[in-house]
């Protein structure tokens, strides 16, 4: 048919949750992480003619979420010009620790968002991408836009750091990068 | 890239179940080697887990409305009033819209003295929709099933798409337009050449049970529109006569058909 065909309403519908998910994961905070799907969404619907239609729109998702959180977070560090660039830092930009878990929120989904906070973006995008989406690396890579051998160092190194955070928790008493070996 | 690098990369994908068939075997037995290999998989399979069990309760969740909203197409979306955010005042605020708008719409009409025929409404949303680029309907083709169910319920009786196909054009989509007397269910199509005809049917609000093919042409749209078994018909699009009428036969002779099996 000579018609472009809109997204699929359905398969966008069941996106969201994995979306939120995801979002979640990247902002650490369930406010901007509904405001970053709702995005998402909108810029899907203004570019759905750079969708092709039958390849996997999760992953096309996937890849204007990346880049919608990457220029809010360039933006919020050149607001913010006391926190730091360095890509290996300990911690990104733009997160925010929950202060206090609301009354209805699971307990071990804070515990997985604080140690997961504690990562860099970078690391953190490429590990959850590929341990909770499941996603191939090569299909990383190009949601990200990075070769493959950097979703591959990027994700051995959350892995070690998550390691020994995971093996040597820090503790809500004790600053929260304290970090033996 | 040094040996280390690469049982590192093999050590990732076969955790993450994705090492090539080829390599599984040789690591395999690395890891059989290899307890300090065998304990860093394991470690990382429990991290998996431990994210999996911690982060899935985010999918079980239920999904705020704006969000739900936010994956409609936008032509679909009811306007939002942020300090009425409501669902029944949205609805309310839709209902008295659409009637208000209804009503206003015949006064309107009537005071400017402007011929309200079901031709020359029809070419009027035909002209409306079919110049329309990125949404030139709101139910897209590809659901035609729920495109016909949806209008046949608000219509009142049986509507269904023709298959045009024969004459080079495609089922777009479809959508439910305010007739001036009737609701009026709108199919689109297009061909190649990307020119646009639009199918409009009613039920007729009173008068003639059938009528032969009438033909006008509005604002330099051509309008051939014929009355069947009490229901309305307009087909409308910017094409000589003999064209349109040709298709106008196809059209009618599919609609007196019964459906085809599915």
Redesign the interface.
Known sequence: ???E?????PD??AA???L??YA??LTGDATRA?DL??ET??RG?EKRRLWAAGTDLRAWLFTIMHNVFVNQRATSVRDAQNLSLDAEGESGAAWQLPVRAPQHA?V??????RE?GRLPPEQREV??L???E?M??EEIATVLSIPVGTV?SR??RA?EK??RI?NDPPGDALPPLKIVR | MNSN?SI??DL??YA???LAPERRQAFEQALAREPALAARVA??QR??A????????????S??Q???D?????ATRARRFPRLASAAASIAMLVVGVAGGWYARDAVLERDGTPTTFARQAALTHALYAADVNRPVEV???EEKRLVAWLTKRLGFPVRAPDLNSVGY???GGRLVAGNEQPTALFMY???A?QRLTLQARKQPTGAAESAFRYAIEDGVGVYYWIDDQCGYALSGSLDRAQLLAIGRLVYAQLATPEPPR
């Open positions: 048919m000579s018609v065909p809109p997204l699929p309403h966008l519908l969201i949750p994995r939120r998910r979640r994961v509904d799907v709702q969404l909108a619907w699971h071990e989904l804070i515990e997985v968002l997961l590990l959850v590929a341990a909770i499941e191939r690396y591959m994700l051995s892995r998550l390691r995971v | 690098t590192d990369d990732q994908a993450d179940g994705q470690e990382i991290q998996n431990w994210m999996r069990a911690g982060l899935d309760a985010i999918l079980h969740e999904l705020p704006h969000l739900v936010a994956a409609r197409p936008p897209w083709a590809p495609a089922l777009v297009e061909n190649s990307k």
